[in-house]
T-cell receptor, first 114, second 112 residues
């Protein structure tokens, strides 16, 4: 089934550790995104990529970095995790799917920084 | 980027029609209006999209007035499983450069 695959599904991470959240899509969408969603709140854009080889900053980019070496993969790295980065992280892509243009989201990665 | 405003929360009873209105006063000519639904612990999923007038699919209807400064998502005969957060988004999705700002959405609670 075409879509977004995120890994891991959940993780408990010690503060100060480095962590990479993985995101892969099989829809050949050009644009990809990373959002974080804190408990009971809306989604906030961290970083985005309009096409392979380019990235941009969203609303809350500090403490995060991304890369887009190819169309399918868009990893998110926390260089030195802090407790305030405890959140659910969603990867998404946008493009034509099923006859309409819009977002497709992954199932999320639940990250707890202790 | 077009900013959207929608109610923070709504309650309804099973079997009722629910209408959620979104304001987007600075919508641009090329912008489409898209609604997403998010259940707890899941990513948002597409519900419906439109540019003007009325759009209907198997899940919902979307009403857009002529000035396009607002839109209304209509959910017919809601059930408990429609309890979710609904997001209204506006943007030129085909431009390839658009990045969505989701906001807080409308939290719909359907009561038995």
């Amino acid at each position: 089934i075409a879509g977004i695959t995120q890994a891991p599904t959940s993780q408990i991470l010690a503060a100060g550790r480095r962590m990479t959240l993985r995101c892969t899509q099989d829809m050949r969408h050009n644009a990809m995104y990373w959002y974080r969603q804190d408990l009971g709140l809306g989604l906030r854009l961290i970083h985005y990529s309009n096409t392979a080889g380019t990235t941009g900053k969203g609303e809350v980019p500090d403490g995060y970095s991304v890369s887009r070496a190819n169309t399918d993969d868009f990893p998110l790295t926390l260089a030195s995790a802090v407790p305030s980065q405890t959140s659910v992280y969603f990867c998404a892509s946008s493009g034509w799917t099923g006859g309409r243009y819009g977002y497709t989201f992954g199932s999320g990665t639940r990250l707890t920084v202790v | 980027l077009a900013k959207t405003t929608q109610p923070i929360s709504m309650d309804s009873y099973e079997g009722q029609e629910v209408n959620i209105t979104c304001s987007h006063n600075n919508i641009a000519t090329n912008d489409y209006i898209t609604w997403y639904q998010q259940f707890p612990s899941q990513g948002p999923r597409f519900i419906i999209q439109g540019y003007k007038t009325k759009v209907t699919n198997e899940v919902a209807s979307l009403f857009i007035p002529a000035d396009r400064k607002s839109s209304t998502l209509s959910l017919p005969r809601v059930s408990l499983s429609d309890t979710a957060v609904y997001y209204c988004l506006v943007g030129d999705e085909g431009s390839g450069t658009y990045k969505y700002i989701f906001g807080t959405g409308t939290r719909l609670k359907v009561l038995a």
